[in-house]
């Protein structure tokens, strides 16, 4: 592993020595390469899916796990997009002359060296390496064991990319030992591994939270609420909340617990009900619920639960200030919501969250790089220095100071 990490570290300063085009031209070229190879990652995905079902994963994560023509192809887009963002790297960031005549830039660089563990979904694989390519970042990828093959086969096909361009393959490489005992080593190569980004299940951050030295960004789990207030448009409000919880429930910016305005439950809990069956939904609630509608128990282990699959929680509560409460008990600071006509109401909820992204009439599921604007992302940091909400190219830049002096001395 120390040896692996020290090619790695060695690599990273080859990256410094091309131009933006340069690395926008093998960007191009690495989407180009995932379309043409498209059948080879088919089939290497169709060995993970065969093992997922063998070993019985949930449908949530088997729709995480999979990977068609269509889904290879958003791959390359996502590549191609990273190309397309303004190069991060080399830019001031402020200047200004001192006192003493000195002129001082603040310039973004690289991180360096960092390594991305990660879980499920191979996607994954080839944003992040794409993403800390453009900006000049070395990627050390762990992927979880039920995506091996699909992430092996892509990032063969991005280094074969480097390697036709006389570059390192160990600028995108997967860790050889990516057993726990590995991912120990790994979190604690401080001298080689200037980030870890830890993405997956609360274990997982957990874990890497308590025993890496070096620095950590979280992107811990997706524990999102939404609340509908006694003033909100009802009609939306459940548009809202399908999509929230039904789109795409194995996602980590899916709705794990709806809460409910007590002024207006009894109106419209029959109609979230009905709406929530038609898609399918296991529901459960609390006392105040259940004596309205039929759904099952909810405990205060549900609500710290994220299922990744169509489970919801329903809670009523009484008004913003119920909902702040619950939200501020059982949140991750990752995503919330408040379906509300009240401007009052909705500014006393986004003061008082502390999420990454709190949102008044729309779905938790934006928090995404993409629909952020920011192209493709490494995660959804929870954490509230460095980086927070969705991570894209500019969190994995940090910046140095350029002094330029005539002869000064202090």
Known sequence: MEQFLE??????????TLSGSEKN???KEMAKALRKNSSDLESANAKDMADAKKNKLTAALMDRLFLDESRIDAMAVAIEEIAALKEPVGRILD????????KIEKVSIPIGVIGIIYESRPNVTSDTAALCFKSANVCVLKGGKEAENSNRAIAKVLQDVLEANNLPRALISLIPDSSRAGVDILIKMDKYVDLIIPRGGAGLIKHVSENATVSVVKHDKGQCHTYIDKDANIQNAIKIAINAKVQRPG??????TLLVDSAIAKETLPKLKAAFDAEHTELKGCINTQAVIDVADVSDADFDTEYLANILNLK???????????VVRFGSGHSEAIITENISTAEAFL???DAAAV????????TDG???GFGAEVGISTNKLHARGPMGIEGLTTYKFKIYGSGQTR
Do not use: Q
Request: net charge negative.
């Open 359 to 366: 949102y008044v009439n729309a779905s938790t599921r934006f």
């Open 316 to 326: 009523v509560v009484k008004g913003v200030e119920g909902a702040i409460e619950h």
């Open 370 to 372: 993409g629909a952020f």
């Open 7 to 16: 090619e790695a570290k060695s690599a990273s300063r080859v990256l410094n």
């Open 25 to 27: 031209r093998i960007l």
């Open 95 to 102: 200047g200004w002359v001192t006192e003493d005549g000195l």
């Open 351 to 353: 003061n008082a969250i």
């Open 251 to 256: 996602v980590c910016n899916s709705m794990e």
